[in-house]
């Protein structure tokens, strides 16, 4: 009684198979562009699982210009305010992100979040679940959501223009406004 639907946004579905299929997808992606830099640093790395945490900044720095170029949605609006733009703020944002992935992710890519294993769960839900992705995401690709909508029967998958943060790229648009709509 307590929830009447789960709307799910570009969410983990099960750890391994998320960060396998970006990983092949980047490679992909890389070979297209001649991109050796990338095409190197991935290979240096190796296909994922990784037990070294200094892995995922070098994943980032190479997911993250494909991830912008493939970017069709508009930028979200963000100004920081005042109190917050400040280099001692800004310092505090930096280390509390390395506190998150530390905590999050564990220092040898063996935290909790990467344990998350959502068809493990089952696939039964007493409440409808929508799930939203955005057609160009690269850190969660949309084959996972198709398939995480296959396992799970009264779910709905929905493609929308954009990336990884679609969801807050448009006010009244993206998933809030999908969520909205129905």
Do not use: C, K
């Amino acid at each position: 009684d307590l929830f009447h639907a789960y709307v799910g946004h570009s969410q983990i579905v099960e750890w391994g198979a998320n960060i396998a299929a970006t990983y092949e997808r980047l490679l992909e992606r890389a070979h297209a562009a001649g991109d050796q830099t990338s095409i190197d640093t991935l290979n240096e790395m190796g296909a994922p699982p990784w037990s070294r945490a200094a892995n995922w900044p070098r994943f980032r720095r190479v997911y993250g210009p494909y991830q912008r170029a493939a970017t069709t949605a508009p930028a979200a609006p963000v100004t920081l305010s005042a109190e917050y733009a400040s280099e001692e703020e800004q310092t505090r944002y930096s280390e509390a992100e390395d506190f998150s992935f530390e905590h999050l992710w564990g220092l040898t890519l063996s935290g909790p979040l990467t344990e998350v294993d959502l068809p493990a769960l089952g696939a039964e839900f007493d409440v409808p679940i929508f799930i939203v992705q955005g057609d160009q995401d690269f850190l969660i690709p949309p084959t996972i959501a198709a398939e995480h909508g296959r396992i799970v029967p009264q779910s709905e998958v929905e493609l929308i223009p954009g990336d990884h943060f679609m969801a807050f790229a448009r006010a009244g648009g993206g998933a809030s406004g999908a969520a909205n709509e129905g």
